[in-house]
């Protein structure tokens, strides 16, 4: 039995009935060595020893198919052992915070992956994991008080046009760089200088794009 969205076979001794349930002794995964069975389990909704009907070993399939994580899913049932055989999909991009108040680091990734067992630092162009870090990154920024709409598209390279990350950015309310200030030795600063920092002040805030750009126009000033 062929689907649009994956590959689905169902082997036994004889054809199930609208609503039968079997029981299989194992599940087993196969093609995607990168991440442990646990994971997969708890992405899929899967127990083991848990009655299900064709219908819910499809059902199974098609979760870890909407996450974007695998390309193609199928599965197998021989009347004993249900197996998933999984498919990576290509594509899959480090995330990158554009102007969120949160570091991005090993915390951050190690508390994604707490939530969303398939997210090992990487997420698709597209898909239900995607969108689950997306919604996380709100909860985050609401559990400071901060309520906020995140958005996730492509960040691409300027020079290549070649999608790099998936960006995730505040768009409401707006970000924007605040008063900047200078700490140390205390100068008088040249005004020059001056006018090239206030410049920045209330333009749109990119965690690394606004410093580099600050950097930049410094250097060249200089």
């Given at each position: 039995?062929?689907?649009?969205?994956?590959v689905?076979?169902?082997v036994?001794?004889?054809?199930?009935t609208?609503?039968?349930?079997?029981?299989?002794?194992?599940?087993?995964?196969?093609g995607?060595?990168d991440?442990?069975?646990?994971?997969?389990?708890?992405a899929?909704?899967?127990?083991a020893?848990?009655?299900?009907s064709?219908?819910?070993?499809?059902?199974?399939?098609?979760?870890?198919?909407?996450?974007?994580v695998?390309?193609?899913?199928?599965?197998?049932?021989?009347?004993?052992?249900?197996?998933f055989?999984?498919?990576?999909?290509?594509g899959?991009l480090?995330?990158?915070?554009?102007?969120?108040?949160?570091?991005?680091?090993?915390?951050?990734?190690e508390?994604?992956?707490?939530?969303?067992?398939?997210?090992?630092?990487l997420?698709p162009?597209?898909?239900g994991?995607?969108?689950?870090?997306?919604?996380?990154?709100?909860e985050?920024?609401e559990?400071?008080?901060?309520?906020?709409?995140?958005?996730?598209m492509l960040f691409?390279?300027?020079?290549?046009?070649?999608?790099?990350?998936?960006?995730?950015?505040?768009t409401?309310?707006?970000v924007?760089?605040?008063?900047?200030?200078?700490?140390?030795?205390?100068?008088?600063?040249?005004?020059?200088?001056?006018?090239?920092?206030?410049?920045?002040?209330?333009a749109?805030?990119?965690?690394?794009?606004?410093?580099?750009?600050?950097?930049?126009d410094?250097?060249?000033?200089?």
């Amino acid at each position: 039995l062929t689907l649009p969205a994956a590959v689905l076979a169902l082997v036994c001794a004889a054809l199930p009935t609208a609503g039968q349930s079997f029981q299989p002794k194992s599940v087993k995964f196969t093609g995607a060595p990168d991440y442990a069975d646990t994971e997969l389990l708890s992405a899929a909704e899967l127990k083991a020893g848990a009655d299900l009907s064709y219908a819910e070993m499809n059902n199974r399939a098609q979760k870890l198919l909407d996450s974007g994580v695998f390309s193609a899913v199928s599965f197998k049932f021989d009347g004993q052992d249900l197996t998933f055989q999984l498919t990576p999909a290509s594509g899959m991009l480090p995330i990158r915070l554009q102007n969120l108040p949160i570091a991005h680091g090993k915390d951050l990734d190690e508390k994604v992956h707490r939530q969303f067992p398939l997210y090992h630092g990487l997420v698709p162009e597209r898909g239900g994991l995607t969108e689950s870090v997306r919604s996380a990154l709100e909860e985050m920024l609401e559990a400071q008080g901060i309520k906020a709409t995140v958005a996730a598209m492509l960040f691409r390279n300027g020079a290549t046009d070649k999608a790099e990350a998936v960006n995730f950015s505040i768009t409401a309310p707006p970000v924007v760089v605040g008063e900047i200030r200078t700490e140390g030795t205390i100068v008088m600063l040249d005004p020059k200088v001056s006018a090239i920092l206030a410049k920045f002040s209330g333009a749109a805030y990119d965690a690394e794009g606004s410093i580099k750009q600050i950097e930049t126009d410094l250097d060249a000033y200089y």
